[in-house]
């Protein structure tokens, strides 16, 4: 069985500073998925990383894939309160297997 | 049309009920997804449809009972549920092309009493 771990569980930061987030595990994935859900609604795609030691910016937002293709990272530069919400990363692997999801990182923002 | 459309947003129902969820898309999206996720927990995978044929059933009680009348409509029928069944009710497409990943709905807040 595949799993992701993710940590931190949860991090309350205040408004201007940095974070990471990780997602680690044991297995190879063909692609590594990163969703972000608020509260009352549904995860939204991120962005999808597939190559080993990819890099990926959206606006303030950097996504890494590891060069094995094990793990990968989020991290937020200057986090505003618009960025609240549980983050999650989900592996995929080629063909038809549903994604693997991480359990999240609840992320709080406080201006 | 780009999303997934769940209905109803909200459904309180007693134990002896009989309910159903739906689910829509017009993405052209040949797998469909049904999900459950309880608060403050990641979303668990409940049932895979492929070209509109059940692919995957992650041993959900009988109480639960999914339908995929065409390729666009999933529909999760409801019976009997548990108190313990509540939660937030998930529906999600993919083309099966990974770097999309999947569109999930807005969910089904689910309450039984």
């Known amino acids: 069985t595949q799993l992701l771990e993710q940590s931190p569980q949860f991090l309350s930061i205040q408004e201007g500073e940095n974070l990471t987030v990780y997602c680690n595990s044991s297995s190879v994935f063909s692609s590594l998925q990163w969703y972000r859900q608020e509260p009352g609604e549904g995860p939204v795609l991120l962005v999808t990383v597939v190559t080993g030691g990819e890099v990926k910016k959206l606006k303030r937002l950097t996504f890494q894939f590891g060069d094995a293709r094990k793990d990968s990272s989020l991290h937020i530069t200057a986090a505003q309160p618009g960025d609240t919400g549980l983050y999650l990363c989900a592996g995929g692997n080629s063909g038809n297997t549903p994604l693997v999801f991480g359990k999240g990182t609840r992320l709080s923002v406080i201006a | ?113």
Request: with cysteine.
């Open chain 2, 1 to 113: 049309d780009t999303e997934v459309t769940q209905t109803p947003k909200h459904l309180v129902m007693g134990m002896t009920n009989k309910k159903s969820l739906k689910c829509e898309q017009h993405m052209g999206h040949r797998a469909m997804y049904w999900y459950k996720q309880k608060a403050k927990k990641p979303p668990e995978l409940m049932f895979v449809y492929s070209y509109e044929k059940l692919s995957i059933n992650e041993s959900v009680p009988s109480r639960f009972s999914p339908e995929c009348p065409n390729s666009s409509l999933l529909n999760l029928h409801l019976h009997a549920l548990q108190p313990e069944d509540s939660a937030l009710y998930l529906c999600a497409s993919s083309s099966g092309v990974e770097l999309y990943g999947y569109t999930f709905g807005s969910g089904t807040r689910l309450t039984v009493v």
